[in-house]
């Protein structure tokens, strides 16, 4: 029997506490991590890279490693590794950041890193004996949080999960690790509820412009939440950091936008000025925050308010369920299905197997 149109996506999104939970427990069963945190260099810049949903994933993760561990940590496309190798920090431990194991751009640069200029690789899939894992030297497999849709959900925040457990490793963080096992059950709490407000103003409501608003490690949040939009809806969205939307950006806001905020702690009160701005400028907002005091419930006309225990780090993963359930249902609302979105595949492979090699490289 045919599934219904976004079943696969819609479970999967749903699963990701459980799916959570299995990942971070055989983690710890296994240990992979920290023997992989042994072997892994320190003094050096950490570089996550990363395709599609990977590289804006890879953008959390480093913004994670950074303040975890007060050492540098910047996130790359792999295009931008093999087009422009020069841009790559030396000396730099690479992350390679792969849902399937398998795409071009990616396993082109772990050769290129791996063969060419000799860097020990790290690498995190959801596949199991994948080609990316016969090249990277260590690797780190979540084959529970793999999926059978197009898009990625569950890989992403399971995958997230898993660096920012090794984040805290480096950082000899021990309380950390301790409040992301504490997420799968606060958030399977929280997902109805979310799931409820997304949904109607899905159904209700058909905006011509999706703004993505996110500073910090909430920016590769919000870039994940504009792709899902486009990804799964086919509707037109952007991302900015959120005080940067002030400078220029801002010139879009209408009735017809819907502005998404998801908002930090570190920058509450400069982050909300943006917000107050946006709702007097006619645009409708959508926040997404952990506590909201009166300025924010205000200024927003639609609020989902997180109230987790738990740093605002650890909240990452879960602030991007919103987004998944926003492209989803507003999928769903105009005829397309999530499950097997328009003009795209589950793996991007090249027919020559590469994108044309790494260019101005050192032999």
Not at 84 to 103: A, D, E
Not at 247 to 263: A, D, Q, R, Y
Not at 311 to 325: D, M, N, T, W, Y
Request: glycine share 6%.
């Amino acid at each position: 029997m045919k599934q219904a149109a976004g079943a696969h996506t819609i479970d999967e999104i749903l699963s990701q506490p459980r799916v959570w939970k299995q990942c971070l427990d055989e983690l710890d069963r296994t240990g992979q991590l920290q023997e992989i945190s042994k072997k892994l260099p320190v003094g050096i810049e950490y570089v996550f890279i990363g395709c599609g949903s990977s590289f804006y994933l890879a953008q959390s993760a480093a913004a994670t490693w950074s303040l975890l561990t007060g050492r540098s940590a910047r996130a790359f496309p792999a295009s931008e590794i093999l087009l422009f190798p020069k841009l790559l920090p030396k000396p730099c431990q690479p992350i390679l950041i792969s849902r399937s194991g398998s795409t071009s751009e990616i396993l082109e640069a772990a050769k290129y890193l791996e063969r060419q200029v000799k860097i020990r690789c790290m690498a995190i899939t959801c596949g199991v004996r994948t080609a990316l894992e016969a090249t990277a030297t260590y690797t780190v497999s979540l084959p529970a949080a793999d999926e059978k849709s197009t898009v990625m959900t569950r890989s992403y925040t399971s995958m997230l999960l898993a660096l920012q457990s090794l984040a805290a490793l480096r950082a000899h963080d021990r309380d950390f690790p301790g409040y992301l096992r504490e997420l799968p059950a606060e958030t399977e709490a929280l997902l109805p509820e979310i799931k409820t407000i997304i949904r109607s103003i899905a159904e209700k409501r058909a905006f011509a412009d999706y703004v993505f608003l996110g500073q910090g490690p909430f920016q590769g949040i919000a870039q994940e939440a504009m792709l899902k939009v486009k990804e799964m809806s086919c509707s037109y969205a952007q991302c900015f950091h959120t005080l940067e939307f002030r400078h220029g950006p801002k010139s879009i806001v209408s009735p017809e936008t819907l502005n998404t905020f998801f908002l930090s702690e570190s920058g509450f009160e400069a982050e909300v000025e943006v917000l107050r701005d946006t709702k007097d400028l006619g645009g409708a907002t959508l926040v997404v925050t952990n506590r909201a005091n009166a300025a924010v419930r205000h200024a927003a006309d639609y609020l989902i308010e997180l109230a987790l225990d738990v740093p605002e780090l650890a909240r990452a993963a879960v602030s991007i369920i919103p987004g998944q359930f926003l492209g989803f249902y507003t999928g769903m609302r105009k005829g397309f299905n999530p499950d097997e979105p328009r003009n795209l595949t589950r793996v991007v492979m090249l027919e020559t197997g590469h994108p044309g090699g790494p260019r101005n490289a050192a032999p």
